[in-house]
């Protein structure tokens, strides 16, 4: 099945569920560990981006408790108070926290006053808005450790969704994206490569190509020690992909491993999802079955 069936499942629903005022619950499993600056998780960004544009909705994606340690800001509740204020006067909007976890774990005795303060402060404020008849301001939140978010949070976010790992085409499509731009050969079989990396997420793909890109330096500095002049290194090849694959290991957990997602999957009582989930299904859309892996085509 892989990840394209599951994104237009997500879509669809939450381009209702923005009208009905719901929040939802996205687990990247196969996103697993990325900074924001990696091609995966930019094309992630990219599907919450194509939501925000086909609602006409502003798109606000923070995360609170990164940005008061970036900003050292002395009263942190203030910038969880700015973003539900920014996202009140430009509604209808959508709120997204990624890695939620950081910021909406469970609650500990040992949790900084701080951090305690800004996540009560910002249940408190979700409340308001889900209370409120005028308020068009819909929450979104990624996880891939949905078992560290905490039991009030989840109860907020009735839909959950996990996001699996990719299928062979859609590696291909993301081998083609991490090496875009690079200089590689014209003969690289990236379906044949794709067929060798079954179970690698986005993540693992782009650690092995990072690894594959080390052939062709090693090789420019073997011919510098031997006086061999060159400007740069050759291009990428299909070898040095095969290569790289020797010792490259796929993601041992994702997601829909970790304990407690099975209790993510509450099922909505509200007839209107229901009827969505029906119309849904006469696509061949369902709710991907989470702990089931997603079989290559």
Same mark, same amino acid.
């Given at each position: 099945m892989g990840v394209s069936s599951e994104t237009r499942f997500l879509q669809e629903l939450v381009l209702y569920a923005a009208s009905a005022a719901l929040s939802c619950l996205v687990l990247f499993?196969?996103?697993?560990?990325?900074?924001?600056?990696?091609e995966a998780s930019k094309k992630a960004l990219e599907h919450k981006k194509e939501i925000a544009k086909r609602l006409g909705r502003p798109l606000i994606q923070t995360? &609170?408790? *990164?940005?008061?340690? %970036?900003?050292?800001?002395?009263? $942190?509740?203030?910038?969880?108070?700015a973003v539900f204020s920014l996202a009140y006067k430009l509604q209808p909007s959508i709120i997204f926290i990624d890695e939620v976890d950081s910021f909406l774990?469970?609650?500990?005795?040992?949790?900084?006053?701080?951090?305690?303060?800004?996540?009560?402060?910002f249940m408190a404020?979700?409340?308001?808005?889900?209370?409120?008849?005028?308020?068009?301001?819909?929450?979104?939140?990624?996880?891939?450790? &949905?078992? *560290?978010?905490?039991? %009030?949070?989840?109860?907020?976010? $009735?839909?959950?969704?996990?996001i699996g790992v990719p299928?062979?085409?859609?590696?291909?499509?993301i081998l083609n994206v991490i090496l875009k731009g690079e200089r590689v050969e014209d003969i690289i079989d990236y379906d044949h490569i794709a067929s060798l990396c079954e179970g690698y997420t986005?993540?693992?793909?782009?650690?092995?190509?990072?690894?594959?890109?080390?052939?062709?330096?090693?090789?420019?500095l073997d011919e510098e020690k031997i006086g061999k002049q060159s400007n740069s290194p050759r291009p990428?090849?299909?070898?040095?992909?095969?290569s790289a694959l020797i010792s490259s290991r796929k993601t041992k957990v994702v997601a829909s491993e970790y304990a407690g997602l099975g209790s993510l999957r509450t099922e909505s009582s509200d007839p209107r999802i229901q009827a969505v989930l029906s119309e849904l299904s006469k696509f061949g859309i369902s709710l991907p079955n989470v702990g089931s892996e997603d079989d290559d085509p």
């Open positions: 499993a196969g996103l697993r560990h990325l900074d924001p600056n990696r995360n &609170p408790y *990164e940005d008061v340690i %970036a900003c050292d800001v002395i009263n $942190p509740d203030h910038i969880v108070a774990s469970q609650r500990r005795s040992s949790d900084h006053e701080a951090l305690s303060n800004m996540k009560t402060e404020l979700w409340d308001g808005f889900t209370t409120d008849q005028n308020a068009r301001v819909m929450v979104l939140a990624a996880t891939n450790r &949905p078992s *560290e978010l905490d039991e %009030a949070i989840l109860r907020r976010l $009735p839909q959950a969704f996990e299928n062979k085409r859609e590696r291909a499509e986005g993540s693992d793909l782009l650690e092995l190509c990072k690894k594959a890109a080390y052939f062709p330096i090693r090789d420019l990428l090849s299909q070898s040095d992909m095969e």
